[in-house]
């Protein structure tokens, strides 16, 4: 009994010091991988492709990746975040490792699709005594001199803005890109998304599906003006001669559609110079056209 009883605890012991030895190598094989990581694969290289408007060298500034940092210790979302703040232009970024020492940072840049012009909605109507409120506050303003805000120089100039909604940049007076009537950008800043008072949040959406649909269609050169300041419907100067009226909480892809077709028959119908309204908001009609007058 003693010698089976020994036999037993020689066994449990071979048992402890395998499990021992097994945890153990396997330590020492992610140690050994770590270490072989953290010395082998630095960067050497660094690639960029897709890029036109951006030189080389300004994307890898901008990703904040440097020669001898570690392939697989580097966050690649934190490298395409970088350059899509830093780099307005670009739209995406796709940061690809080749081993033992290369990165490549794939970029895709973007082109201006409207030009959000500088807008204001109409105060709310006020009541006598407010009006008198803000009438002597403001002459104490002026009469002190203190306290006057310094515009906001950025919100009070046109930007231009990507298909997605991204702010680019401020625009030029040669910029071509539809004017957009109709939203108060708030704290602009490149490369960042437009953001718009709540209450303006539905133009801001409907822009953005607009804008999609016309690039999906190859109409944006189409298009010189957008209008949102209306509450059922988006304006919209169309093809030079023509201005259109597109319902809004309807599917835009369908009525830019009806609005191809239908101008596209007036034309053939009336010829070449004819202009006027195309409307696709009333129940009678798809789209019903009112002939410019004179």
Request: hydrophobic share 40%.
């Amino acid at each position: 009994m003693a010698s089976m009883r020994h036999n037993r605890k020689r066994k449990r012991g071979r048992r402890r010091f395998s499990l021992l030895f097994k945890l153990l190598c396997a330590a020492a094989l992610v140690a050994a991988a770590t270490l072989g990581a953290t010395v082998f694969f630095q960067v050497e290289t660094i690639a960029v492709a897709g890029n036109s408007r951006y030189s080389s060298q300004e994307v890898i500034d901008a990703s904040g990746v440097q020669v001898g940092d570690n392939l697989f210790q580097m966050n690649k979302n934190q490298i395409s975040q970088r350059i899509l703040q830093q780099l307005p232009y670009i739209g995406a970024v796709s940061p690809q490792r080749s081993l033992p020492s290369t990165l490549t940072i794939q970029v895709t840049e973007i082109a201006a699709a409207a030009r959000i012009e500088t807008y204001q909605d109409d105060p709310a109507p006020q009541e006598p005594e407010e009006e008198a409120v803000q009438e002597d506050s403001a002459a104490q303003g002026d009469s002190s001199g203190e306290g006057e805000e310094e515009p906001d120089s950025l919100a009070d100039q046109p930007w231009l803005v990507s298909v997605s909604g991204k702010l680019l940049e401020p625009a030029a007076p040669s910029a071509g890109a539809p004017s957009v009537t109709g939203l108060t950008l708030l704290a602009p800043q490149a490369g960042t998304m437009a953001a718009v008072p709540q209450e303006q949040q539905y133009r801001l959406d409907a822009l953005k599906e607009l804008l999609s649909a016309l690039e999906e269609m190859g109409q944006l050169e189409w298009v010189s003006s957008i209008d949102l300041t209306h509450s059922t419907w988006i304006g919209m100067r169309y093809r030079e001669n023509f201005d259109a009226r597109l319902p809004l909480g309807e599917d835009l892809s369908r009525s830019l559609s009806v609005l191809s077709q239908a101008v596209e028959n007036t034309i053939q119908t009336r010829g070449d110079r004819a202009a006027g309204t195309m409307d696709l908001t009333q129940e009678l009609a798809d789209a019903i056209f009112t002939p410019a007058e004179g």
